[in-house]
């Protein structure tokens, strides 16, 4: 059976990049003129200036030339012609494609300063706890929902029966998960993305393993989001295996990580753990500087000490100074202590390690930005990455998150590498025997997505891939999805689904 993925109306697939506080900027005086294609005045001094769309337009279109990443390639327009700055800020970005077809600039929006803030610094989103997967197929007008992931404390958990990994939803307030029309995709959205805290919808549910169906009944509400779950250590005859899943690089996944590695370095009596299975098949990224922190604490001190996680490139107006921090470029070493603020350890604290020359990481499509700048982080220094899952995302790229008015503006800026100074991953990265490889071949298996186990479950399709490489080297026959798949004909066991999140967790984000 041949299907045709495309996005559901229920769905948008937001994206971009990496670390921020928006407090650097000074504010400028209004500056006024006539429009002059190519001409471009400092975009200090439109900052902040929010009496007129103009100003706002005049700020976006500075802003983009001095620092966009492909500032060559914006078309350069007249911002009086355009009444609304989220239109006008869409235009100012490449329309140039990559060599696989995709747009060169998939990571361009906005969001909502307030909202924003709210996401970057506490983890605290609304929903229900429960992250989708959907897959569809519109030629053959089928749709599959299932529960990736749940939350804890969240309604999704919070049942007399929770809500776990592998559900299948069968309707949403008495509309099938199949209603193409435009009237039953309304009410699709509604119920699944509610708008508002406090509103209340009904689902029918079929368990994974359950032949009947059930009612669940669920009020939207705040969740705080477990940014690292499931921590456990895996018995097998060759050597104790960890594993963590690790859903997004949010402040307060620091202390989160601290504590599941000292709880896997104190089994088996302090003796550790001789590998471990990282699952960031759902993680989007966040800050680059939990991602740095993570490396270190896999890899530990010898293979990181003076070396560098990732060294940020910007465009070539600015070869050796940060354009928007004015600082002196410098790269972005393996953190061994806490941070402090915005993060959620203590300041100054050595971090634990692990100390391992190889780590096993389980991927999919939405491992992206952060999440990939680990891979690419630790292959710089050495250390043996194994790829079990599909094609990485492809996102070497970055930006500072810029308040103006009351809208976060995301714009690349940057392209970050590693050690060896490597980082042209456009394309992803691939297991090695993924078909049609296009993305950067990493030693491992090309493995489907398996909603019919719980995540870290040794038979969970790619964990158990990753227990047989470690201990054989062989691959199941590949099933992952290859590069470019998503807008294309492809076949039905190879099929990835679309696991929609917020833009902050899909993405790169600086700290100042």
Known sequence: MIRQISLLAVLALLAACEDSDNGFFEQGGNISGEWQQGVFLDWRGFYQQCGTTLEQNNFLRSYSNDTYLWYDEIVDQDPGLFNDPLVYFDTLRTQQLTPTGQPKDRFHFTYDTAEWERLS????????????????????????????????????????????????????????????TQAGVDVLNSGLFPANVGEQHLFTVQDLGASGTRSVTMVSADIVTAPVQNTRVISTPTGEVGYMTFNDHIATAEQALIDAVNALNAHDNGNGISDLVLDIRYNGGGFLAIASELAYMIAGPVPTAGQVFDELTFNDKHPVTNPV?????????????????????????????????????????????????????????????????????????????TDNCGTTYFTVQFRGSNALGFGEYSDGFSPENTPNLIGVSVPGCSVADDFNALLGDPAEARVAAALNYRDNQTCPAASGLSVGEPEAVINADELEPLVPKSPWHTNRIYRQ
């Not at 915005?342 to 390690?353: D, E, M, R, S, V």
């Open 121 to 180: 610094q506490s983890g605290v989103t609304y929903g229900y706890g429960a992250q989708w997967a959907l897959f569809q197929d519109t030629q053959a007008q089928t749709r599959e929902l299932i529960v990736a992931y749940t939350e804890p404390n969240s309604p999704a958990t919070n049942q007399a029966l929770p809500l776990e990994r592998g559900a299948r939803i069968l309707e949403v307030d008495g509309v099938s998960i199949n209603d193409f």
């Open 325 to 401: 921090t004015g600082q002196a470029l410098s790269p972005t070493p393996f953190y061994d202590t806490t941070l402090g603020s915005p993060f959620n350890a203590p300041a100054g604290q050595p971090l634990p390690t692990l100390n391992l020359q190889r780590v096993f990481v389980l991927t999919g499509s939405g491992t992206c930005s952060a999440s990939e700048a680990v891979i690419n982080g630790l292959r710089g220094v050495g250390v043996e990455v194994i790829q079990i899952g599909s094609t990485t995302c492809g996102k070497p790229y970055g930006f500072y998150p």
